[in-house]
């Protein structure tokens, strides 16, 4: 998709900004102090990725030492083999063991404003212990053993962090499913996963409003079936069902939970995760993430790429959900091993007011801030004056992910937010990556807007062409990573040939990783965006077929081609093509009513920006939708045709036969 970043665009960007003068000092001495000890310690990585990935393991706690660093027969890695670990110990009991109980951990903001002011939790280590260990002791009371796997659904609250923590202590693998999905998709999810138990929340707070999560889990255990524990965290106070036998409220059986639940010792290769995602065809698949390779990788990404530093007044922020693998990543399992608080909020960036995120970096002193490209391109429409309103001089370092970040929003968030005096790190990396993959190093690269610039340790990129050949520079291609890392995902739960074909199959010996990208003279890569039917919704990852199966599972609909188009805000919006069954006339109220069945089917970030209505879909000989098509006429280009009437998509599709 990615229409924002064009090859145009990459050869005519010629501003470059090295690491501002003062950044060592403000954040208290980099880790990587420039570009050639980047380039020395990138060869050595690649040279030696046992000697490196070995060192970067030691800086955590393992029960039992590895046998081997890496094992590698593609498409199996297995990392750390044989070395037993916990990562919940990692990030917590690690933390008070070492004298550092009282330190902070979790700094809490909830959405909505009381007349005292917002809600506020700061959690210590040695409190975040005691919650983690009542909540996994509520879990093994409630019949969770190791190995069974835990849904979460919850809102952006503490208890969040603290099931998920829970999981990993007793070494339950979660599936954390974001909030904003619907019943059908949980019912999806839990199935896929055979999960008996789900954490929730009676309901969420998002820009003022209620979200009911407890319903939706109703809805989507009767849905799914097997579903026998259900915890229910109180958040909003709303009325919910509670059905006996099933369902527990958090504050009645948590609560009163012993506050000591040792550290069940994982193997390396055990799973830590499930995390659903969107891909080219099908249900979202889920993406699955073992112990001690994506425990070492996250928090060593997490510490370099923000340059962490338990020693300074650091207060670190990313603004994803947890839901979503940043938050996964970012929020919680990269960032509590390295002693450095972690920030949550609950809501909208724009309630009460479009300043909410910039009042809370006054606020909280936030010195690392990581969000999305869509985030900043809304904040850029909303205007200056909220972000003028605050200090923001506790900024060193602003991170951008999800999406290619297009030059205008780069050059706004690095002058407006970040006063031109904090690097920005444009992380380019997925759900099945685990962490960051390409990515600016604070102290180190040299950074040129729109540009996730150079691959991170142990990371060998590559744009290459189908037979895996390997691209010169100025010439577009397909992203791929010739090696393993320890973060990399280790399968598609229950799904082994999908595994294999979706990312070891399409360039032979290789990860693919669905991206197209272009690399610069500098060695430099431009994300060009997905070069399969996945698009980028506001950094949210969705599969155009997933749309399609939801508005043909309406009955005025036959069939259904969606297709990315640019969008200002959202990168890219959501464009349906739709034919109707005969007794169906097109209509704005059917459009709603579309809209509306797809939010229900998915959730409300799949619903379609745009619905046309046309009388056939544009095929091949062959019978394949052209696509290409559909994306030039949804992103209004020109198509040598006049696009006001789309009543016959056929006659442009004879124009363009054989192009596609
Ligand atoms: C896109 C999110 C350009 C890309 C961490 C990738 C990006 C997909 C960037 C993964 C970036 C992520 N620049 N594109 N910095 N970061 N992407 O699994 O298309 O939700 O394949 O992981 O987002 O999305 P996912």
Redo the contacts with the bound molecule.
């Keep these: ?2 229409e924002r ?1 064009s090859i145009d665009t990459i050869l005519h960007e010629s501003r470059i900004f090295p690491p501002p003068a003062d950044f060592e000092q403000r954040i208290g001495g980099s880790y990587v102090t420039s570009l050639e000890a980047y380039r020395a310690m990138h060869r050595r990585s690649i040279e030696d990725p046992e000697g490196y990935w070995g060192e970067a393991a030691r800086a955590f706690h393992w029960f039992r030492p590895w046998d081997r660093v890496l094992e590698w027969s593609l498409p199996d890695a297995k990392w750390f083999a044989g070395g037993r670990t916990n990562l919940c110990f990692n990030c917590v009991d690690r933390q008070v063991q070492g004298g550092h109980g009282e330190a902070p951990a979790l700094i809490w903001e909830g959405e909505p404003a009381s007349p005292s002011g917002y809600e506020i939790r700061r959690l210590t280590y040695a409190e975040l212990m005691r919650e983690v260990c009542r909540c996994a002791n509520a879990l093994k009371a409630m019949g969770v053993r190791r190995g069974d796997i835990v849904t979460i659904y919850m809102g952006m609250v503490p208890e969040l962090a603290v099931a998920v923590l829970a999981c990993a202590r007793i070494g339950a693998p979660h599936s954390v499913i974001f909030g904003g999905f619907s019943a059908q998709a949980i019912a999806d999810r839990v199935q896929d996963a055979q999960s008996r138990t789900i954490i929730t929340c009676d309901g969420a707070w998002r820009r003022g409003h209620l979200v009911p999560l407890k319903a939706n889990v109703d809805e989507g255990a009767a849905i799914a079936g097997g579903v026998t524990n259900v915890l229910v965290l109180r958040r909003c106070g709303n009325d919910v069902r509670m059905t006996p036998g099933r369902d527990r409220w958090w504050h009645e059986f948590v609560d009163d939970q012993p506050t000591d639940c040792p550290c069940e010792p994982m193997e390396s290769e055990d799973m830590l995760f499930l995390l659903y ?1 969107s891909g080219s065809t099908g249900k979202p698949k889920g993406i699955m993430h073992t112990t001690g390779g994506y425990m070492v990788y996250t928090a060593h990404t997490a510490r370099t790429v923000f340059n962490l530093r338990p020693d300074r007044a650091q207060v670190f922020w990313c603004t994803a959900d947890v839901g ?3 938050g996964h990543s970012y929020i919680i399992y990269g960032v509590l091993p390295n002693r450095v608080p972690t920030l949550m909020y609950e809501g909208a960036p724009n309630f009460p007011e479009p300043d909410r995120f910039w009042d809370i970096v006054e606020r909280h002193r936030v010195t690392q801030f990581y969000t999305a ?1 869509t985030a900043i391109r809304a904040f850029m429409k909303w205007g200056d004056a909220w972000p003028r309103k605050h200090d923001l001089s506790s900024l060193i370092v602003l991170g ?6 297009n030059p205008e929003a780069w050059m706004w968030y690095r002058e407006t937010i970040g006063g031109g005096r904090c690097p920005i790190v ?8 685990g962490g960051h993959m ?2 600016p190093l604070p102290g180190a690269t040299p950074t040129v807007p729109g540009s ?1 610039t150079l691959p991170f340790f142990g990371v060998d990129a590559a744009i290459v062409d189908e037979s895996g050949a390997e691209l010169p520079h100025g010439k577009g291609g397909l992203l791929a990573i010739r090696r393993p890392w320890p973060g990399m995902l280790r399968g598609i739960h229950g799904d082994r040939e999908r595994f294999i074909q979706t990312y070891f199959s399409r360039i032979p010996g290789m990860y693919f ?3 197209g990208a272009h690399r610069d003279e500098r060695g430099y890569f431009w ?1 060009l ?2 070069v399969d039917d ?1 698009i ?1 919704v506001s ?3 969705l599969g155009t077929m997933e749309v399609e199966s939801a508005l043909v599972s309406h009955p005025a609909v036959v069939e259904a081609a969606v297709v990315g188009m640019p969008h200002d805000i959202k990168g890219t919006g959501i464009a349906a093509f739709v034919t109707l069954e005969p007794h169906f006339a097109p209509s704005d109220d059917l459009r709603a009513d579309l809209a509306k069945h797809v939010a229900k089917e998915i959730g409300a970030i799949a619903k379609p920006d745009v619905i046309r209505f046309t009388d056939a879909l544009p095929k091949t000989r062959s019978g394949k939708i052209m696509r290409r098509l559909l994306r030039d006429v949804a992103a209004g280009a020109d198509t040598g045709q006049d696009m006001t009437t789309l009543e016959d998509l056929s006659v442009l599709a004879r124009l363009r036969e054989g192009e596609e």
């Design positions: 998709m990615a970043t995602t979503w693998v940043t490209p951008s992910v999800g999406e290619p970040i444009d992380t380019w990396w997925q759900t099945e990556t390409i990515t996730c990783a669905g991206d994300i965006g997905r996945v980028n950094g949210h990852r």
